[in-house]
């Protein structure tokens, strides 16, 4: 079963935050988020394992609330560069490795 | 290292007519995945391979194939191409091992199959 991502779409102007939020039914082991940009392929980002850790990436951080299994990736004072459409992949507890994407969230940073 | 491969780019296929998507890395990754990306539906994972020799069903397996008989190629397999197959497919590599599902996957630039 697919993660659910919200919003499903938001357009900021450069400078300003946004967070897109990443749910599942299931536990989870880890989290991951990828941003692909129109025409391309997915690009990682960051993976967050299970534990509540909070990584960041230059003004792009994430957490993971395993217990509430959610993750939230948080773009601060955004730029042109970070348009494209964010997606998380979701790892459940047990088992191999399988990672199921969201449906992903629209992101577009006008000047 | 050219990473993560996928041959061909584009594909036109007529329905009932079969076919076989490419996808080679040269990192010597145990995982590799193949997914379909429609309009609003994401990325959907279609079959994976954790080593050659090993592989199972993601969340949409009907009408695929696949075989990993070597660490570097993961190839996969249209049976009998529907129009509902018209996607584009990309095709990933990890160096995860053992269920540790804890490294990054490194997509290829993808095959955009169109089957009328």
């Known amino acids: 079963q697919q993660p659910v991502q919200s919003p499903q779409a938001v357009i900021l102007r450069e400078g300003e935050d946004a967070v897109i939020n990443c749910s599942s039914s299931k536990a989870l082991y880890s989290v991951h988020w990828y941003r692909q940009k129109h025409g391309e392929a997915p690009v990682f980002l960051m993976i967050?394992?299970?534990?509540?850790e909070q990584k960041g990436h230059d003004k792009i951080s994430a957490s993971f609330n395993e217990k509430k299994q959610q993750s939230s990736l948080y773009l601060t004072a955004s730029q042109l560069s970070y348009s494209g459409t964010y997606f998380c992949g979701t790892v459940n507890s047990g088992g191999y490795q399988k990672v199921t994407f969201g449906t992903g969230t629209k992101l577009q940073v006008i000047p | 290292n050219a990473g993560v491969t996928q041959t061909p780019k584009f594909q036109v296929l007529k329905t009932g007519q079969s076919m076989t998507l490419q996808c080679a890395q040269d990192m010597n990754h145990e995982y590799m995945s193949w997914y379909r990306q429609d309009p609003g539906m994401g990325l959907r994972l279609i079959h994976y391979s954790v080593g050659a020799g090993i592989t199972d069903q993601g969340e949409v397996p009907n009408g695929y194939n696949v075989s990993r008989s070597t660490t570097e190629d993961f190839p996969l397999r249209l049976l009998s191409a529907a129009p509902s197959q018209t996607s584009v497919y990309f095709c990933a590599s990890s160096r995860s091992s053992g269920g540790s599902a804890s490294a990054p996957q490194y997509f290829g630039p993808g095959t955009r199959l169109l089957v009328l």
């Open positions: 967050l394992l299970k534990g509540g």
